[in-house]
């Protein structure tokens, strides 16, 4: 059977009435990837379009994902499009920016020269010594050093895939970032609890831009003020966010570790963390996102 039978059905039953119902009708199709009919989705678009004023910040954004993730973003209807807008978030996910084909997680351990190490972590006063979970690399084109968490990074020449990558982002972006921050995360058990980049607007440019290699993980942004709201994402290879803004003064962000059955079957992921550098600001424009 169709995966997106039952959902279709579902779309149509009186479960979706309740705008989260909906919500996560339509999450769960762009989790899939395999959309109904048009006439199915315009019916539960038409369904949150008429409660659209009752919508939180985090299901707008998470009915956009989900219509973007089916190639399906022309028929959002602009009772849901303008609240979303009208939020002038300081981030955005920008799907299949890059062929998935464009390079894999083998070849990127095979060229970058990944490390683990020590980091040190505060909280209530007690500091603490810690192996760090994921694997790291910096490489940077101006020959700047790279910090956080109580280790500084020298850095290594940029290797012919992140070249290639940071091009593709100028010609996207109009940026051109000078440094780049390769996170390995070996199995979706491995994450990055909530933080915000250290020393954008002081070391670094508040642009930033972040390319996914391999396994599909959950991104999750949250305001500073208000861990309530949120928003929630699923980045795939070769899908880009940008922060921009006060992005990284105001909200903080993660990826979120998986457990059970999908920490068992999932494969390794890349992150690449582009920043531009104060002292060489400028790039190839200023280009807004």
Not at 259 to 285: E, I
């Amino acid at each position: 059977m169709h995966l997106c039978l039952p959902i279709a059905h579902l779309c149509h039953s009186a479960a979706v009435k309740k705008s989260q119902h909906a919500v996560d009708a339509l999450w769960a199709l762009g989790l899939l990837g395999q959309p109904p009919s048009e006439g199915t989705l315009k019916v539960l678009l038409a369904r949150l379009a008429a409660d659209a004023s009752k919508l939180q910040p985090g299901q707008l954004s998470a009915i956009v994902w989900s219509l973007q993730r089916m190639g399906a973003e022309h028929l959002c209807p602009q009772e849901l499009k303008r609240p979303l807008e009208a939020l002038k978030l300081p981030f955005s996910v920008h799907q299949r920016l890059l062929p998935a084909s464009w390079s894999n997680v083998e070849s990127i351990m095979q060229e970058v020269e990944f490390r683990r190490d020590e980091i040190r972590l505060g909280e209530g006063g007690v500091e603490k010594v810690l192996e760090e979970s994921r694997l790291t690399a910096w490489q940077s084109c101006t020959g700047l050093s790279f910090s956080y968490s109580g280790k500084t990074m020298a850095p290594q020449p940029m290797t012919p895939t992140v070249i290639k990558l940071r091009e593709a982002l100028a010609e996207h972006t109009g940026q051109l970032y000078d440094g780049v921050l390769i996170n390995l995360y070996m199995t979706p058990s491995v994450g990055m609890r909530f933080h915000q980049d250290p020393g954008q607007g002081e070391e670094w440019t508040e642009e930033t831009a972040v390319v996914s290699v391999g396994e599909t993980r959950q991104f999750v942004m949250r305001r500073v003020d208000d861990h309530a709201d949120r928003h929630v994402f699923y980045v795939s290879s070769g899908d880009c966010v940008r922060m921009f803004g006060a992005c990284q003064r105001d909200w903080q962000h993660c990826v979120k570790v998986e457990g059970g059955a999908a920490a068992a079957g999932g494969g390794p992921r890349v992150s690449f963390v582009f920043k531009q550098s104060m002292a060489h600001a400028g790039g190839l424009s200023e280009v807004g996102p």
